[in-house]
């Protein structure tokens, strides 16, 4: 049970910003929300990580609901090499170590 | 660094034979994973080492499958004997313990082995 929601598929422009949303309605305090995409033919890459507030770093942002129960990950430009298959996962690090549960994912498509 | 490195990228083979992947993690990472992937299940977790010692092989399907990590720089997964039902993708994933002390901060993948049992 990944313990997140996403959508299936998102398309998005060349160089237009991108959210990919994903919900986490029943996080626990001590869960991180991190962001991992796959890249066709790849194995997945990290993109970024966040406890409660917006984080940002080279690749995207990660903006997360006051409550918790959502977050977005931003791509401010999406380019081409972006089109990956985004994984949302919720992350304890008390937890069962090493098992990060993912979903299906979000697969997004750039249109050129 | 060259990342993780996984060989074969590609894998043929048929029913009943012996398959071994291979896995070189990141110098210095000491936590390994092994992951299989399928369009029916998606990702998920076959077993873990740190320290070249096995933590956790819950996810490991049955008897056939096994993995071993002789040292720091090396690892292998091994179905003995393999079957269609095998077929997937098979990754690896190395990490170091991070600020916080825990070993899934941040994993590197590999590019996978393509398992095809015909």
């Known amino acids: 049970d990944a313990k997140t929601t996403q959508p299936n598929s998102m398309e998005s422009n060349e160089e237009e910003p991108v959210h990919l949303p994903c919900n986490h309605s029943?996080?626990?305090?001590?869960?991180?929300i991190h962001w991992y995409r796959q890249l066709p033919s790849q194995g997945p890459e990290y993109v970024i990580h966040?406890?409660?507030s917006n984080v940002n770093n080279r690749m995207a942002s990660l903006a997360i609901a006051e409550d918790r129960k959502s977050s977005t990950l931003i791509l401010h430009r999406a380019t081409l090499r972006d089109a990956a298959v985004y994984y949302c996962i919720r992350v304890n690090y008390g937890g069962s170590q090493g098992n990060l549960i993912f979903g299906k994912g979000t697969k997004l498509s750039v249109k050129p | 660094d060259a990342g993780v490195i996984q060989s074969p990228r590609h894998e043929v083979t048929e029913m009943g034979q012996e398959v071994t992947l291979r896995c070189k993690p990141i110098s210095g990472h000491d936590y390994l994973f092994w992951y299989r992937q399928t369009m029916m299940r998606g990702l998920e977790l076959l077993i873990y080492f740190n320290n070249n010692v096995p933590i956790d092989d819950s996810g490991m399907p049955e008897d056939r499958f096994s993995a071993k990590m002789p040292n720091a720089s090396f690892s292998t997964l091994k179905i003995q004997p393999s079957e269609p039902r095998d077929s997937a993708v098979y990754f690896c994933a190395s990490s170091f313990v991070g600020t916080h002390s825990a070993p899934n901060e941040k994993l590197f993948f590999g590019s996978g082995t393509q398992l095809s049992v015909l």
């Open positions: 029943t996080i626990s305090g001590t869960d991180y």
């Open positions: 966040g406890l409660t």
